[in-house]
Each structure stands twice: as structure tokens, then as C-alpha cells.
């Protein structure tokens, strides 16, 4: 993997309310009048005070910052709408400019300058009029701080403090260096109008320069609560909560995104975080999604001849409860250079986390993945899959570490990709099989030391199934039992026929079934009724038994056999009759 995966991971420290601006600070310290000292103004110039920004657009003041021979009017402001709205502050009079961006210049009416507000730190919502009581639409006060900020620190911020925000609309956070950050308890609603109203593609936080054309660099987006109520029912594209076309290093950080819980089933098209459109080196971290329609994290790809969505990490974040009709998978991935790291999705009606390559035109497919560690639980289809319907074939896939547990059909299936090492996972209790490999044609696929136990309650019973179509598979240590009451893995490995073909180059190697407690004596490599055994590979087997004891057991020509019992080494011969050979020691 290249180490541009590797993108920091350092914990946020908790948003809390930004501290007053340093004008309002010197007003509280010093009165009025060391603050006019510090503004060059000489003793004496009054210090006015007005109720709201309409009372403020209604009053000229005099005056240029720092010049002493003509001071400049300071007036405090009690409120952007009422006083006590927490959208008030400290202004001076600034002949230099009539901008007017709603809460930090404020232009009168007829007047030659404009009211500039004393500030330093992030801007805040409420300045512009955002309202924060979950009912009056808040979007354009959004917009108009979003637009304001100044460079402060390293980057422009926007701070939402404690409040519910309702959004009717689009928030457009399309300017390089932004950061938005929600305090304690910082709500949007997420209320937009039904399907059929809404633009193809709707979303409540979009980044999107010029249509996408345009990179955006280093949004941030952290602490805030997306509580959302609606949304597109379009299914044909990504219409995220959170949609991130064409970011190069954006970051969404400690972020929830919810389904309001007065609705129960939100419009098929929605989905929760998506980072998209050749976006690269992006930051998905310590967030959660909970009850969207179709993907709860989503990395599509980006069309063939355009930048792919790349370089993007996934780490400690926690997707569940997906339950519409198109998809409902907790994580998706058809992007480049992905890192998955230690997270959960369960109780999604589709699959935990899917790798696939989707129908673009060409098709473009999903590579270099890395999944690290998490759980992939009590999904309604599997923990894990890797699929594709098209040419276009998921390589390069290494999944180490991870449970896939208690889901509904399989713990994980690799359908058809090349290039996958799956390392150490812990697979048990589903319902299905515990892993299934080939189903569509995989190849080079290789399981190394893992925990199979339990599964098949359901169906298939059996540990891991491969199927006819693949082709060099190893399946390398590692233990596979079933310790129930009432069996229910009732197969080690199973050879899976398709169409009368024989799976090729299979390995297997050194597998241990043969636990105190494990019914699987006799069931370590099974070829399923009608099938055919290995046509080619190698096995390198310990298990109680010789190897015709009842029925001979099949392997490729040249496979090992140590009976763990007697120590007695047997090996595969090309004789129909008598296909296993004692090996003599002197």
C-alpha cells in the first residue's frame, strides 16, 4: 500500500463554546474606554450601545481604526434578531469598506463605511442570524458564515455552538481550508422536502467546486450531529448526508449521522458519509452512522480518464442499522488505496462492509484495499463480500484480523477477485458457511491461520466452502471446528461444484480439525456430492486416521497425510485403486 494511507489519527479534543473575542474581553476588563485607547481613539468617544443588526443597519457611525484625529464609533451589539440571541459582539466603524456579509460587516443603510465586527477564533453561526431552535430554517445564516470566515489560525472556522439547526436546503462548504466544528451538542436537522421536489442529487453538506471540476483542499468537518429526516430518493448515484466530491485531504471527524427517530424508513437514495469524484488522501474518523437507506460510509469510484477516489482512510468508526431496498450495506468501497481500520458494522440489511466494482462505463474496479481489525456482525447478508458483476475484477485485498460473526448468511465471501489475503480473522456462529471463496471465479486468494467454529446453522453447514470456479487457492493453518450442543459445522472444507468443473491449484495446509470437542473427524477437505475433487495443488494434512479408512480421501497427486495417531506418513499416488502410499522410514 502506498503510505499516503497512512494519514494521521490523532484524537480531537472536545468543541467547546469558542472564547469571547478579545474586543468583548477588553470591554469586560478594561470599560469602554481603555478599549478606545487601544483603538487609537482619544478618551471621551462614546461607547454606544444597539439591540440587533436591524438597529445596527439604521445607525452611521464616524471614524477610520486607528486614526486618532478622526476615532472611529465602537458600539456593542446586544443580538443578531433579539438581545441574548448569542449573535451579538463588539463593532467599530469602518469607512474603508460598505461590505455587508450578514454578521461580521454590517453595511447601514445610506452610510458610507460599515460596522466591522471585533473579533478573533472561528466565526460563529449565530452571528448571521442561525437560530438553533429546530424549527426555523438555518441553512442561509449557515451559508453566510460559511462564506465570511477569515483566515484564523490555520484555516477558515466555523463554529456551531449548542442548538438544533434545521436544513431545508444544501450547506456548500466548497473553500479550501475550511473547518466546521460543532459544540456540545450541536444538531442539524436534516428536514428537506420530499423526494420529488428535491435537485437529482441532494445533500445536506456537499462539497462540490464548480460541479466537482474544481479541488477542494482540507475541509473539515468534526463534533456535529447530522439528525436527518429526509432526503433523495434517487438510487442511480451516491446522494450523501455528507457527500465530498473531488477533496484532497478532508477530514469528517467525530461525526454522527442519524436517522431522525420519527421516521422510520428514509428515501432509497440516502446515504451517509461519501467521499467521491477523484476525492484523495481523505480521513473518515471516530464517526457514526446509524439507519441510513442504501451505504452507510461510501468510496465510489471516479469515472475511467478521471483521477479515482484514492488515498482514503476509514479508522474507528461504527455503521449500523442500514435498512432500505437498494443496497443497505454498512460500508462500501469501489475506490483505490484504501485503509478500514478497526471498525464495526452490524445490523445492516445488506452486507457489513462490500468491496465491488459497480456499473460505471467502463467499469472501474476497486484495488489495494487494506481491512485491519474490527467487526463485522449480525448483518442480514454477510460480514464481509467481495464481488463483482462485471470485467473489471477487485484486486490486491488484504483483510487481517477481523470478526465476522452471527451474520445472517455467510462471515465472508470473496465471489471473484485476485490477489486477497485474508490473515487471522475469527469467523463464527453465522448462519451460512464461515467463508466461502470462488463463487464467481476468484483466484490467487490465500487464508492464513484462521478461527473457524460454529457456523452453518442455517444452511451449507460447513466452515469453508470453495467453489469449482477458483482457481489457486491456499487455505494455510489455522482451526476449524464446531463445539455446539446440536452440530452445526458439519464440513471443514468443502470442494463446491459448478457446472462440473474442478477447482485448480488448491492448497491446503496444515488445518487443524481435529479439536478435543470438534465433530469434524473424517470432514476436513469434503468434495460435496456431484463435485470434483482438486484437479491440481497440494495438501499437506494431519488428522486422526489413515487416509482410506472408509472411503479414500481426496487430494491433488503428490498431497501429504500424517495420521496424528500413529505418526504414519502417507502420500498421494496416481493409482485409482490404491491412491494412498505409506511412506516406509528406515
Known amino acids: 500500500m502506498d503510505d499516503r494511507s497512512s494519514v494521521s489519527s490523532a484524537p480531537m479534543k472536545a468543541a467547546t463554546e469558542p472564547k469571547p473575542s478579545w474586543g468583548a474581553l477588553l470591554v469586560s476588563v478594561l470599560g469602554s474606554i481603555g478599549v478606545m485607547a487601544l483603538l487609537g481613539c482619544p478618551a471621551g468617544t462614546n461607547l454606544g450601545v444597539v439591540r440587533t443588526v436591524a438597529d445596527l443597519r439604521a445607525t452611521i457611525g464616524t471614524g477610520t481604526i486607528g486614526d486618532a484625529t478622526n476615532p472611529p464609533t465602537v458600539v456593542t451589539l446586544q443580538g443578531h434578531s433579539t438581545p441574548g440571541d448569542g449573535g451579538g459582539g463588539l463593532f467599530s466603524w469602518d469607512s474603508g469598506t460598505t461590505a455587508d456579509d450578514g454578521g461580521t460587516l454590517i453595511h447601514p443603510t445610506g452610510g458610507s463605511g460599515s460596522w466591522r465586527r471585533l473579533y478573533d477564533g472561528p466565526v460563529n453561526v449565530r452571528w448571521f442570524g442561525a437560530k438553533g431552535d429546530g424549527s426555523t430554517p438555518d441553512q442561509v445564516a449557515i451559508n453566510a458564515a460559511v462564506n465570511a470566515a477569515a483566515p484564523s489560525g490555520d484555516g477558515l472556522n466555523v463554529f456551531f455552538p449548542t442548538g438544533t439547526y434545521r436544513l ?74 455528507i457527500q465530498l466530491n473531488n477533496c484532497a485531504d478532508c477530514v469528517v471527524r467525530h461525526v454522527r449521522v442519524v436517522r431522525d427517530p420519527s421516521v ?42 478521471s483521477p479515482n477516489t484514492s488515498y482514503t482512510r476509514i479508522d474507528t468508526s461504527e455503521v449500523r442499522n442500514m435498512n432500505g431496498t437498494i443496497g443497505a450495506v454498512g460500508i462500501g468501497i469501489g475506490a483505490e488505496h484504501v485503509v478500514v481500520s478497526n471498525c464495526q458494522a452490524h445490523d445492516n440489511l445488506g452486507s457489513g462492509l462490500l468491496i465491488q466494482t459497480i456499473g ?46 452471527y451474520n445472517w448468511q455467510n462471515g465472508i465471501v470473496v465471489e ?10 475469527t469467523v463464527a456462529y453465522n448462519r451460512g458457511a464461515g467463508m466461502v471463496i470462488g463463487s464467481s471465479g476468484a483466484s490467487r486468494v490465500q487464508v492464513i491461520n484462521p478461527t473457524v467454529f460454529d457456523n452453518g446453522s442455517s444452511a451449507a453447514h460447513l466452515g469453508i466452502g470453495i467453489s469449482s470456479r477458483a482457481d489457486s487457492i491456499t487455505i494455510a493453518g489455522g482451526r476449524l471446528y464446531d463445539d455446539l450442543a446440536v452440530p452445526a459445522q458439519l464440513y471443514g472444507i468443502q470442494l463446491i461444484p459448478d457446472s462440473g468443473r474442478a477447482p485448480t491449484n488448491i492448497r491446503i495446509l496444515d488445518v487443524d480439525c481435529d479439536g478435543a470437542n470438534s465433530i469434524l473427524q473424517n470432514a476436513l477437505v469434503v468434495t460435496a456430492p456431484n463435485g470434483a475433487e482438486a484437479a491440481s495443488g497440494f495438501y499437506r494434512i494431519q488428522h486422526a486416521g489413515n487416509p482410506e479408512d472408509a472411503a479414500p480421501f481426496s487430494a491433488p497427486v503428490g498431497s501429504q497425510y500424517v495420521n496424528t495417531t500413529s505418526g504414519v506418513l502417507w502420500v498421494r499416488v496416481p493409482d485409482t485403486n490404491f491412491p494412498w502410499e505409506q511412506v516406509v522410514t528406515q
Request: aromatic residues 2%; negative net charge.
Open 360 to 405: 460505471l462505463t467502463p467499469p472501474r474496479a476497486p484495488g489495494d484495499i487494506q481491512i485491519i481489525g474490527g467487526h463485522y456482525d449480525a448483518n442480514h447478508v454477510h460480514g464481509i463480500d467481495v464481488n463483482t458483476a462485471y470485467s473489471a475484477i477487485p484486486n490486491n485485498i488484504q483483510v487481517n484480523d477481523v470478526n465476522t460473526s
Open 264 to 305: 422510520n424508513v428514509l428515501p432509497a437514495g440516502v446515504d451517509g458519509i461519501v467521499m467521491a469524484a477523484g476525492s484523495i488522501g481523505g480521513l473518515i474518523q471516530g464517526c457514526t452512522v446509524d439507519g441510513m437507506a442504501k451505504v452507510g460510509i461510501y468510496l465510489p469510484p471516479n469515472v475511467v480518464g
Open 168 to 241: 431545508t436546503s444544501t450547506i456548500r462548504a466548497d473553500r479550501d481550508g475550511l473547518t466546521l466544528t460543532g459544540g456540545p451538542d450541536a444538531v442539524l436537522l436534516v428536514d428537506p422536502p420530499p423526494p420529488g421536489n428535491l435537485e437529482s442529487y441532494p445533500e445536506a453538506l456537499l462539497v462540490a467546486q464548480n460541479g466537482g471540476a474544481t479541488t477542494t483542499h482540507r475541509v473539515v468537518i468534526e463534533g456535529l450531529t447530522f439528525q436527518v429526516k429526509g432526503g433523495s430518493d434517487n438510487t442511480g448515484g451516491s446522494a450523501g448526508v
Open 416 to 425: 471473484n477477485a485476485t490477489n486477497v489475503v485474508i490473515s487471522g480473522p
